[in-house]
């Protein structure tokens, strides 16, 4: 197949052929509930750091979902684990379990 | 024998106890000796490699802090209350303690005692080469008292020794007992042994039985007391004139030397090391890793009593009976990486098993090492913190009563330097209407992130303030960065040093002299790790207590009827038990709760948990709600803002309790009365 | 003397229609177009929010519907109002002389096909909502052989000028997420995506259906329009959409797409609107007396309405509509019909 250059620019592009999804199963081991987020932007709402620096978990998660981890990592850390995202998350999902999840299984080389 | 006779009479003093076997030995010590043996070797090479394993000034303060006049008398006080009398358990539950303490003192006394009477009446087999270490132990064997020379003193020391064996067993007939129904000794659960825990408890039940098979055997021929001669006349009853004694005493000898073989690997170990982990304890050598150095003292001391099983609040749901302190223990012994994560995961931090283990094993410490060591290293950037700065916590107004001016804290801000984008202050804030002090508050009130989703707190918290005419600054009116508790908790040590350092300046520069939290989680790492010098860190509870005994602020009596809910980091925590209760009092009458005080009962909404689900918090909220309507309050009243919530919830929630019972904070329910 | 009752349209709705009917004593006269009774209903496999297997509820309401008059392959010929009533000729040849006509047209799905950018009818491995279903009930579709990558399409044919229909067509998003978790239990293995506008899920049980999908089965909603569909040479579809929650564009590969074809109303309403004098409305639907409270009535006395033919409606909601218009038939015929003096002056007051 012929590249007629027009993939030289970095990709603006969601690739959803590329997610990881091995990687996906073993945080949804950890952490059930990463599945259930429906992007609702209460957690971001509240964020204590997110008042400070682009900070969102449900940001991250939807990063990870679209197969950009790397994305996913600066979107939490600065978390500072406060907990208030837990409390208001309409889905009840244990936020703070999943961002200390996210972070484990994806700055793992 | 007649020539023994002789050569006795022959001796200037009658002895009243003469030695039997003049060799001193027979088969049988064996299988005791080598188990103990065996124990001691093990125990011995244990105790030099943790002292090995210690940091240089950790050793050092340890043998100094053996010969402090203070800590020396706070080490015998604890080793008698503690590892002999099981004060603590008696405290509790009383018929526990008695089963505890009949064993523990009880075999503590006859080994004692067993030496003294070989002191006393055969001083040379004390010597080790001449079988000082199981002479003792096996002394109604080897000896042959000397009829018709028995003192006083013999038979004090005979009765003793009876009172004491059966002391001992009706310490072994409780514990039997407890295997079957536990809950008549007040524990609703126990531990679930493993199998070396098995091995030595059974041979721990039958050494003493068989001890009293043993001596009754050979009462005739040693001596005994009010026990073992009547025991002894019964075995003649049955059996005639000759007593097959040899098979008793192997079986005793077996089963002790089981027992020492076993404790080693089982939850017996307990017995010494908690000598060696009271005494590192109160030297004040604090573990840092969950495994390694003083922490092994500390998980060996561990009883497996299972008293942190029956306490735990999550154990309202038999499936959490697995997270209990006493397994995460077990499981740190044996290396077991997955269990050890997940049940250090799943803790509360409510700190009650902390709170009343008899040996005072801190294990939501040891979980938070244990979090340490898979979270400490985790990236982040906290780079942001660095240029944070509390916006408008001082303002002062001018005469004209015009657009306040915004003087924000830190020394970043001092240099004229805002975020960018924003012109320093935030929308709104210049139309309303602002109190004026003066630039250096005496009280800075700082809420807390939790807080902000609570607002009643916050506005009852100004009104009080407004009303007792305090000056005071809102640190995090608009929302501050986290008082760094939860990050500790989770186990991110460095992290939280990044927030302690930037909230700390924050503090330092506003020039206050005290500051006053909302917030328990914020309380106890204000009070504990920021080390603000000149500045006095209280809970609002306090201050506002304060408040109303130095007359500052006029409250009513009512007769509200209330129970008040102490948080787990404000009473156990914190210590903080009266000072709420003190004000309460001056607004309603106060109820009591089934458990309260240090026993109080976990909301279940703690952030120190990492992964329990709404689910299993909703069953332990339930459970605290519970022992709080014990005494039919109106109100519920608490001085947490996630205790607020989460107990507000479960109300709202329950269809039996809903409507019935209101719940309010500390603060609400004081300034309601102004 | 019993009444004559003309039910057109043999559907759920004229179906129950007539069984609570006839019960009332009345002479039921039901024609459906189609050789099967049953509508849609007939073709489904199972119902939304709780799974209940389709043969079921039909199978019961055929039950009650027995006695009932019913002609299949058999439409309306002509229609004459008479002073009171409706002479109807039939087209196997029966008149029927009904003194009340219920309309239980039901609806049509939207033709794919006019959705050329998703390819229906034109990729192979592009099918739509009914073809689905059809695949569960009989387990039989060359297109679907162990798909690994599978994407529903929302909100096809509705909400869209483009298409010719500005409204929601209710119950697609419900029947989106069941089939979803319909075809993850038939391929344990393979990644469902659905794209979707807004999640219509209104319904007792279905915030729980969608939690399902996400929970147990993995499925993943992603907010955004599906707007091209190409084909790879090996048939795989490469399909283009927007993540507007990420705010991005995005492609993936899929072996599969089926679109939720919406709801419109039946073909027939043209044809009947014009036999009956029926109005009409912008959206296709039949007029109703009032839209809150006088939903089975048309504008016209004797003339009732039920089901899906006044706008896209649940199971549920069709099956109550149907009854409701057989209370409000007996109304009709118990307290304005018999009244020959005042039939009128009853029309006015009471219709």
């Known amino acids: 197949m012929v590249d007629f250059g027009f993939g030289l620019v970095p990709s603006s592009r969601i690739n959803l052929d590329l997610f990881d999804k091995e990687k996906y199963d073993e945080l949804a081991a950890m952490e059930p509930d990463v599945r259930i987020c429906m992007a ?21 998660i939807e990063a990870i979902k679209n197969a ?24 009840g999902i244990n936020t703070r379990h999943l961002i200390l999840s996210i972070t484990k299984v994806y700055s793992q080389k | 024998m007649t020539p023994l006779f002789n050569l006795l009479a022959a001796q200037a003093e009658v002895p009243e106890v003469i030695d039997r076997i003049p060799s001193g030995f027979s088969y049988f010590v064996l299988p005791f000796t080598i188990g103990v043996a065996f124990m001691f070797c093990w125990i011995g090479i244990g105790t030099i490699r943790l002292l090995a394993a210690m940091p240089r000034e950790d050793r050092i303060k340890f043998w100094k802090s053996l010969f402090i006049p203070k800590t020396a008398a706070k080490n015998i006080k604890e080793l008698f209350c503690d590892c002999l009398f099981h004060v ?8 526990l303690g008695y089963m505890h303490s009949a064993i523990a003192f009880g075999w503590f006394m006859i080994i004692i005692l067993g030496h003294i009477e070989v002191a006393l009446f055969v001083p040379a087999r004390l010597n080790v080469t001449r079988g000082g270490l199981f002479y003792p132990i096996f002394y109604r064997y080897f000896v042959w008292m000397n009829p018709g020379h028995t003192t006083l003193r013999g038979s004090f020391f005979f ?37 070396a825990d098995r091995v030595a408890l059974y041979s721990l039940w039958m050494i003493f039985p068989l001890r009293l098979l043993a001596e009754s055997f050979t009462a005739d021929l040693s001596g005994g007391s009010f026990l073992t001669i009547p025991v002894n006349q019964f075995w003649h009853f049955l059996f005639g004139d000759k007593l097959w004694f040899m098979p008793c005493w192997w079986a005793y000898s077996i089963c002790l030397g089981l027992f020492f073989a076993a404790m080693p690997f089982s939850r017996y170990m307990h017995i010494l090391t908690e000598v060696l982990w009271i005494l590192l304890r109160n030297a004040g050598i604090k573990p840092n890793h969950p495994r390694k150095g003083v922490a092994e003292a500390e998980i060996y001391a561990c009883s497996s009593c299972g008293l942190c099983l029956d306490a735990c609040p999550m154990n309202v749901q038999k499936k959490n009976l697995k997270f209990s302190s006493v397994y995460f223990i077990r499981f740190l012994r044996r290396h077991n990486e997955k269990k050890i994560n997940a049940i250090a995961d799943k803790c509360l931090m409510c700190d009650k098993c902390h709170a009343l283990c008899p040996v005072g094993v801190d294990a939501p410490a040891l979980r938070r090492a244990q979090r340490a060591t898979v979270n400490n290293s985790l990236p982040y950037d906290y780079s942001y913190l660095g240029s944070v700065v509390s916006k ?57 992130c939790m807080s902000h989703l609570t607002p009643r707190i916050i506005k009852s918290v100004e009104k009080i303030f407004k009303a007792a005419g305090v000056e005071y600054a809102f640190a995090d009116r608009d929302g501050g960065i986290c008082c760094g508790r939860p990050l500790m908790l989770a186990g991110k040590t460095d992290a939280a040093a990044a927030t302690i ?59 509200r009827k209330m129970v008040y809910h102490d948080p787990c980091e404000l009473g156990r925590g914190c210590g903080v038990y009266l000072e709420p209760r003190a004000a309460l009092s001056q607004v309603g009458t106060l109820v009591k709760a089934s458990k309260e005080y240090d026993e109080s009962i976990c909301c279940g909404g703690s952030l120190g948990s990492l992964t329990l689900d709404t689910h299993d918090r909703a069953k332990i909220s339930e459970a605290s709600l519970t022992s709080l309507l014990d005494g039919k309050p109106e109100t519920i009243v608490t001085a947490c803002p996630l205790c607020l919530k989460t107990f507000s919830e479960t109300v709202a929630n329950s269809g039996r309790i809903a409507g019935k019972v209101k719940v309010k904070d500390f603060a609400e329910a004081i300034s309601s009365t102004l | ?41 007939a073709k489904w496999d199972r119902l939304f929010p709780d799974r209940v297997p389709a043969d079921e509820v039909l199978g019961g309401l055929l039950r009650a519907a027995e006695g009932v008059k019913c002609f299949t392959d058999t439409d309306i010929r002509a229609i004459n109002r008479l002073e009171k009533s409706y002479n109807v000729r039939l087209t196997n040849g029966i008149t029927v002389l009904s003194d009340a006509v219920l309309v239980a047209s039901g609806f049509d799905l939207f033709n794919a096909v006019r959705k050329e950018e998703y390819g229906y009818g034109i990729y192979n491995q592009v099918m739509i909502n009914a073809d689905l279903e059809a695949y569960f009930k009989t387990g039989d579709d060359k297109r679907i052989e162990n798909p690994k990558k599978i994407g529903f399409v929302h909100c096809v044919g509705s909400r869209d000028e483009k298409s010719g229909c500005r409204s929601c067509s209710k119950v697609c998003c419900a029947t989106a997420v069941k089939q979803a978790i319909e075809i993850k239990q038939a391929f344990p293995q393979a990644d469902v995506f659905c794209f979707y506008m807004d999640l219509r899920l209104f319904g007792r049980h279905y915030e729980d259906l969608y939690l399902e999908a996400q929970k147990e089965y993995g499925v993943r909603f992603i907010r955004g ?58 959206d296709g639907y039949f007029s109703v007396r009032s839209g809150i409270s006088a939903g089975q009535r048309s504008p016209q006395p004797g003339i009732f309405l039920a089901g899906a033919a006044t706008g896209p409606k649940t199971l549920p909601e069709t099956l109550a509509d149907a009854r409701a218009a057989a209370m409000e038939i007996d109304r009709y015929l118990t307290e304005i019909f018999p009244d020959a003096r005042n039939y009128k002056q009853l029309v006015k007051e009471r219709w």
């Open chain 2, 501 to 559: 350092a930037a909230n700390k300046k924050m503090i330092q520069e506003s020039g206050c002299s005290t500051l006053v939290l909302s917030c328990p989680i914020c309380f106890k790492i204000f009070k504990e790790e920021y080390h603000l010098e000149g500045i006095k860190v209280v809970h609002y509870t306090q201050f506002i207590n304060e408040l109303i005994a130095s007359g500052r602020l006029n409250v009513e009596k009512t007769d």
């Open chain 1, 40 to 60: 609702c932007g209460s957690c971001t709402a509240v964020c204590t750091a997110g008042k400070f620096v682009p900070t969102s978990l449900r940001e991250a």
């Open chain 2, 392 to 448: 408008d916590t001082v303002r002062t107004a001018k005469d004209t009563g015009a657009a306040a001016e915004l003087r924000p804290y830190s020394a970043a801000a001092k240099r004229g330097w805002t975020r960018p984008g924003s012109d320093g202050c935030p929308e709104g804030m210049v139309s309303e209407p602002i109190q004026t002090y003066s630039s250096n508050p005496e009280v800075l009130y700082f809420a807390g």
């Open chain 1, 68 to 91: 950009n981890s790397e994305k996913a990592l600066q979107m939490l850390e600065s978390c500072q684990l406060c907990g208030k995202c837990s409390m208001v998350c309409p889905r």
């Open chain 2, 159 to 195: 009765f003793l020794m009876d009172f004491f064996l059966l002391y001992i067993l009706s310490g072994i007939a409780l514990a039997v007992f407890k295997r079957f129904r536990s809950i008549v000794l007040g524990m609703r659960h126990t531990t679930k042994p493993s199998f």
């Open chain 3, 1 to 41: 003397m019993k009444n004559n009752i003309l039910i057109i349209g043999g559907g759920p709705a004229g179906l129950e229609a007539s069984a609570q009917l006839q019960r009332m004593g009345y002479n039921v006269i039901l024609i459906e177009r189609s050789a099967k009774l049953g509508g849609h209903l």
């Open chain 3, 225 to 282: 329009r599906v707007a091209e569909v190409s084909e790879n040479y090996d048939g795989t579809l490469l399909v283009k959409a927007e993540d507007t929650v990420a705010s991005k564009p995005l492609k993936v590969t899929l072996d599969l797409l089926v679109l939720m074809s919406g709801m419109r109303p039946s073909a027939s309403v043209k044809e009947l609107g014009e036999h009956l004098g029926m109005m009409v409305e912008e």
């Open chain 2, 88 to 95: 603590k358990i008696w405290q509790r539950k009383p018929l």
